[in-house]
């Protein structure tokens, strides 16, 4: 399966701690992670290490799309510029966890690159040719009383033509994700595989020209840019914190209706330890989150994107609507919490948790239509 992701990448610098720290006090850490960040990065990330798992099925549970291709079979390595989708693009049938996302120069971009590689996931790096600045870089220190984090964010100037043009190459995507953290970036992932009418006096064009693949928007927070956007959205997973202008606190309905006003019907909400609830073509409910001994909740959000994401390139690779999200959540979920049960963004994409997630999410294909996750009788997303 391929999928499209678009947005930030950072340099995560993670340090843990087993005290709360004195801020005048050096303190050395008892674990650490460095690796590439970012809401759209670790939800690629995710997507790349869903695929594995599947790839390891038994070939009568992976058929029809679960993962008969491979991310790490070679097909994963980092490719920067308009050429980055060329090589490879055609004839090999492999699935691709894809980034679009804009590093910046330097070392600690060449280790980024490096990163994203050995995580499977296939760059196309967009930065502009007159920036010289480095990564954005977060650094993050983890301990029993909570979390402290110091980011740079979006700081890379990136070219959405060399975006474009990347793109123009690529297979067709059955899922493409954006964070909106690079307004530019997400426009060039949000109208990829569309063909919007020629008439320059159309002005509903490109809004109408529609897809074969959903297009998800990872909503962690509201961002002034996001406007224009919204149209080109199919399915917004926001989280509590996603406030729109003039909702100073408001409640899930409230946005939904929100985004229902850009043509969005179809909107998941996540509550951390909480229900998730969602709005879904007329309907609306929740899915209850089972409680977890997290040793890190760093990247869980990152990581529910992914696995939906993934849930929905798998739905459309065997042909099916998803006429009810709640297995679709239920997954999501689980994967998220397999990523918490570990330090760091990294360690939870091998486990054996992880592995039985997928298995038990393709399963529930295979039994047939009255067996689709969330339909009736059909398996609980365990």
């Known amino acids: 399966m391929n999928g499209l992701f678009a947005g930030l990448t950072t340099l995560d610098v993670i340090h843990a701690l087993d005290h709360v720290p ?39 549970t992976g058929a029809a799309g679960a993962g008969n291709a491979r991310a790490e079979d ?45 995580a499977g996931v296939r760059l196309v790096d967009a930065t502009a040719a007159s920036n010289s600045s480095g990564p954005a870089v977060s650094g993050i220190i983890e301990h029993p009383g909570g979390r ?8 890379v100037e990136a070219d959405p033509a060399l975006a474009r043009r990347a793109l123009e190459s ?7 994700l954006v964070d909106g953290h690079n307004p530019g970036l997400a426009q ?59 909702l100073r606190a408001p409640d899930g309905a409230q946005v939904a209706g929100f985004l229902r006003g850009f043509g969005i019907t179809r909107t998941v909400r996540t509550q951390g330890p909480g229900p998730v609830q969602f709005w879904w073509d ?4 929740e899915v209850e989150v089972e409680p977890v001994d997290a040793a890190s909740t760093l990247g869980a959000g990152d990581a529910f994107h992914g696995a939906f994401a993934w849930g929905c390139a798998r739905y459309r690779r065997v042909g099916a609507p998803i006429s009810d999200p709640r297995g679709l959540i239920r997954f999501a979920s689980a994967v998220a919490r397999v990523s918490v049960a570990s330090f760091g963004t990294r360690r939870w994409l091998s486990s054996p948790e992880l592995q039985r997630c997928v ?24």
């Open 170 to 176: 690529a297979r067709p995507w059955d899922v493409v």
């Open 148 to 155: 402290m984090v110091a980011s740079t964010n979006a700081r």
């Open 22 to 60: 004195d801020p005048t006090v050096k303190v050395t850490s008892t674990d650490h992670v460095m690796a590439a960040g970012g809401p759209a990065t670790n939800a690629a990330i995710a997507f790349a290490a869903l695929e594995r798992a599947a790839g390891r099925l038994r070939p009568s």
């Open 359 to 382: 298995e038990s999410f393709v399963e529930s294909f295979e039994a047939g239509p009255a067996a689709e996750p969330g339909g009736p009788g059909g398996a609980p997303g365990r």
């Open 282 to 285: 007329g309907r609306s409910g």
């Open 188 to 246: 060039s992932a949000l109208t990829a595989g569309t063909h919007p009418a020629t008439d320059p006096d159309d002005p509903f064009a490109e809004l109408e020209a529609r897809p074969a693949h959903l297009r998800v928007l990872d909503g962690g927070s509201w961002k002034d840019w996001f406007t224009p956007l919204l149209g080109l959205v199919d399915v917004a997973v926001v989280s509590a914190d996603f406030a729109p202008p003039l």
């Open 74 to 118: 070679g097909d994963g390595a980092a490719a920067p510029g308009a050429g980055a989708l060329e090589a490879g693009a055609e004839g090999s049938g492999r699935s691709r966890a894809v980034l679009l996302s804009a590093l910046g120069a330097g070392a600690a971009a060449e280790f980024l690159r490096a990163d994203l590689a050995e």
